[in-house]
């Protein structure tokens, strides 16, 4: 039998690796479209993605491997947040989606200057991406 359970906070799966929990917003570009939008009750209201997560694995020596869904919540955001909750700030890989198909330029700039910032030795968009 498979039992579902919300994880609201970072919590690890196995040795060296934790889901985020619910991933802060921390950067004012990274901002959800308006588009997006979510049927509660009768209504229609902006989607947040608060249960968006990423796993994140502590490649021992190398610093961290983010890996991220579609970063709806913005992968500067992810990364931040992954590096806030282990206290680890090397980041080895940030693997997955960074969800910039259509960004206006200025938000891929931003979203590129950022993750240079942190320096991690590997980049792997994966989809949703114009880098």
Known sequence: MVQIREVKTPTSIVQGACLTGRIERVTDFEQIPPIFLAKRGDQFVQEDFIGEQAIVFNAKGKGLVVLSGCAHRGIVNTVRHAQKMTGIE?????????????????????????????????IVPTHCNWL
């Open 90 to 122: 090397k980041v080895h890989a940030v693997i997955g989606g960074f969800h910039l198909t259509g960004a206006k330029p200025e938000l891929i700039q931003k979203t590129v200057a950022d993750i240079k910032a942190i320096r991690p030795d590997y």
